[in-house]
């Protein structure tokens, strides 16, 4: 770290090229140059940023665009990590030389009576190194290779870690040496008020003060380690020869005898790699896998081949026993024909025993009563027919003059119907060409609303956020009469029903500017009644199921977010799977605002008693789990509301005697997010995180996970440091009052 007036060499010291002279190179170049020497590439990785702290605002110098990066202490270790800066890979000196200049050609300086080019920011280099550390191998028996080889397997690789600061410090001179006015003046007063914190902490340490403020500025924030820390501090003090700045000079000697006096231990930081073991561990189970396949397929293919074996078997079985069957049969059939031709035989004989005539006598009897009966039933067969072929002839002659009646009769009814349809068809076109420009010029006048708006927008910026009905409405009522009237007198000339069938259209572009209008009247309490029983609730859930368009996405979820802040509503979307729809939603979009309008519309569930445990059930807190990835301020703010609605419930239910057993926001694993983001930068992030931490805390069963999260240490801080006078006292009266958190008070040295 390099301290002193402007104009005094820290620049020079520190971030010096050395292009023209290798002599006059920085500490950032030599630093670098041996890094790069002790490291090896196959188990070493060298990753840097650079960052630069102006106005109180953290900026990214190799993405000026990221100029608002987040600064996340780690609740149990306390180490501080930044998640939003880039972070660049390097493997040569010249890589790293062109990233020093793209940085520098970013840095914020000015003009002033000390330096002509004078840094008005601190600038930060963080250099990071991983090396994996093979360890030893542990002595065992031949006899047990196999157990050895699969516990080498299973133990993770040790990373060791290290992390390089270098921090060149914006001058530390008086305002009216610096001669600094207008803008320069106050981006003066930002630096001097940063050093100011950073010489208060090092007074605090040097002193061995119970209490080292340093939360009074990012700058401290950032440095925690470097005073009092883990880390190996050297501190770089340059001063000018002019007597007229003696008052500077003795203030920077001073400055830097102080800070001798602090002491810091060094750590060294390892920790198992589990990633590259778990990477491994994937590798060997796909070829087990591999191996499983292809043992399962050569044993399908086996079975498939006794199969067809067993299958040639039982035919030939079946061949051979139908064979035996035929010859019994034949053989049967044999000794049947023998047996008759005998009986007859001795019928004959028998015959010509009795004697000749009595024989012809009977047979010709027999032959005139056989023709007899045998004219008879063909006469009998013939009346039937004759008379069965009337009675169908008649019948078919009925059927044929009734089906030309009720033909004709139908053929009438079909013409009418026809030229009905033919006339409403044409009405229905034109209504539908007539709704189509009313909403193309609905929509133009809304774009032209919201554009206006986006250029003249709001003068003070809410010091929370509200839900999207909030914003709907705010937007509604600001951009005038004109959007309001245009959508009342459409809804007025074409009705409800209508405006909900064009939801169902095949156009695109008309469904859009549907789901548009009746997010519109959804943001009017007096309408939304309406829409629910006209069916524009159901017609929105299978709107957001059905479309693959991100804008009737982002629409829909806030016409739904509208709708469910009526008490009734929330226990129709429960009840028609508007939360499985949602979360649907969540995961397949990309745009922050749709991720906004979803969240907000979770957010609004969350605050219904009654659906506690099915909207956890059908996954609403995982999906506000998974929303927090994107990472955008105001997504968060509306995951931070529906985590405090939906603590402030379960509160109320176990204060009444309704809820037993642990939280089902800590049962899903929202606790560390909340202690996460319960101190972040954004005011509407950390003011419901604070009050959803207060209303965990009421139930003394989540107390033990709260204590093992960290949740202790932010519920002190909230009881003393809270703006909010009723979120203080909450917080104080649970800390008095649970036993679990008196006895951690006590465990973890705590004054309270």
Not at 474 to 499: M, P, R, Y
Not at 647 to 661: D, I, P, V, Y
Not at 669 to 676: D, H, N, S, T, Y
Not at 742 to 752: C, F, M, P, Q, T
Request: proline fraction near 3%.
């Amino acid at each position: 770290m390099a301290y002193g007036q402007t104009g005094t060499g820290k620049t020079y010291t520190l971030g010096r090229l050395g292009e023209e002279d290798t002599a006059n190179r920085g500490i950032m170049v030599r630093a670098m140059e041996d890094i790069l020497a002790e490291v090896s590439p196959e188990i070493d990785s060298v990753l840097v940023s650079y960052l630069q702290l102006y106005m109180e605002s953290l900026q990214d110098l190799l993405d000026p665009t990221n100029d608002n990066i987040s600064i996340v202490e780690e609740p149990k270790s306390g180490d501080v990590s930044l998640p939003g800066a880039t972070l660049v890979e390097i493997r040569d000196q010249q890589s790293f030389l062109e990233l020093l200049r793209l940085g520098e050609a970013h840095r914020h300086a000015a003009n002033t009576k000390l330096n002509t080019e004078s840094s008005h920011s601190h600038a930060l280099l963080m250099v990071h190194v991983k090396r994996t550390v093979k360890g030893r191998e542990p002595a065992h028996s031949s006899d047990n290779g196999n157990s050895t080889s699969m516990a080498r397997s299973l133990r993770p690789p040790l990373v060791r870690k290290g992390k390089l600061v270098v921090v060149d410090l914006a001058g530390s001179e008086r305002i009216d040496k610096s001669g600094s006015d207008g803008h320069t003046r106050e981006e003066a007063k930002s630096i001097n008020l940063s050093l100011s914190a950073l010489g208060k902490c090092i007074n605090a340490l040097a002193e061995n003060s119970a209490h080292v403020p340093v939360r009074d500025s990012k700058l401290t924030r950032l440095l925690r380690d470097s005073f009092g820390g883990t880390a190996r501090t050297s501190l770089v003090i340059t001063v000018g020869p002019s007597p007229r700045h003696r008052g500077e000079t003795a203030s920077t000697i001073m400055f830097g005898q102080r800070a001798m006096k602090v002491e810091n231990m060094l750590k060294l930081k390892e920790e198992f790699d589990y990633k590259s073991l778990a990477r491994r561990l994937d590798i060997q189970l796909d070829k087990l896998i591999m191996e499983h396949e292809r043992k399962q397929k050569a044993f399908e293919v086996e079975i498939e081949r006794i199969t067809a074996e067993a299958q040639n078997r039982i035919s030939e079985a079946e061949r051979n026993y139908a064979d035996a069957v035929e010859k019994e049969r034949l053989k049967y059939q044999k000794d049947y024909m023998e047996s008759i031709k005998k009986l007859e035989e001795k019928w004959m004989m028998n015959l010509q025993n009795q004697g000749n005539e009595r024989k012809e006598q009977m047979v010709h009897i027999a032959e005139e009563v056989a023709e007899v009966k045998k004219l008879l039933s063909k006469e009998t067969s013939l009346r039937k027919a004759a008379e069965e072929e009337v009675d169908n002839l008649k019948s078919q002659l009925a059927q044929l003059k009734m089906s030309e009646a009720s033909a004709n009769s139908e053929i009438l009814k079909l013409r009418k119907m026809v030229e009905d349809e033919v006339c409403q068809k044409e009405k229905l076109e034109g209504e539908i060409s007539m709704l189509q420009s009313q909403l193309l010029h609905l929509s133009f006048e809304a774009d032209e609303t919201r554009k206006r708006l986006d250029r003249g927008g709001p003068g003070k910026v809410p010091g929370r956020l509200d839900s999207p009905v909030s914003q709907v409405r705010s937007q509604l009522k600001d951009s005038g009469n004109g959007e309001k009237a245009s959508v009342a007198k459409l809804f007025e000339q074409v009705g409800l029903q209508k405006i909900l069938s064009l939801l169902e259209a095949e156009d695109a572009d008309v469904r859009i500017h549907a789901v548009k209008v009746v997010a519109n009247l959804a943001a009017e309490e007096t309408n939304q009644q309406k829409i629910v029983e006209a069916g524009g609730l159901k017609s929105l859930l299978m709107l957001l199921g059905s479309s693959e368009d991100e804008t009737i996405h982002r629409v829909a979820a806030g016409a739904i977010a509208n709708l469910a802040m009526n008490e009734k509503n929330r226990e129709l979307i429960m009840s028609q799977g508007g939360i499985s729809l949602l979360s649907t939603t969540a995961s397949h979009a990309k745009d922050p605002q749709t991720l906004r309008m979803v969240a907000g519309a979770i957010a609004n569930l969350c605050g219904n008693d009654k659906l506690q445990t099915k909207l956890r059930g059908e996954g609403g807190i995982k999906a506000l789990l998974e929303i927090v990835k994107c990472g955008h301020p105001d997504v968060l703010a509306q995951v931070a509301r529906g985590i405090a609605n939906f603590a402030k419930c379960e509160s109320r239910a176990a204060t009444q005697g309704s809820k037993t057993g642990r939280s089902l926001l800590i049962e899903d694993g929202a606790l560390p997010w909340i202690v996460q983001n319960a101190n972040s930068d954004a005011s509407p992030i950390w003011r419901h995180n604070e009050l959803a931490l207060c209303h965990l805390a009421q139930h003394e069963v989540n107390a033990k996970d709260m204590i093992s999260e960290g949740a202790l240490w932010e519920l002190v801080r909230i009881s003393q440091d809270c703006p909010r006078e009723d979120i203080r006292t909450l917080a104080h009266r649970t800390l008095a009052s649970s036993p679990d958190f008196i006895a951690g008070l006590k465990r973890l040295r705590i004054n309270y």
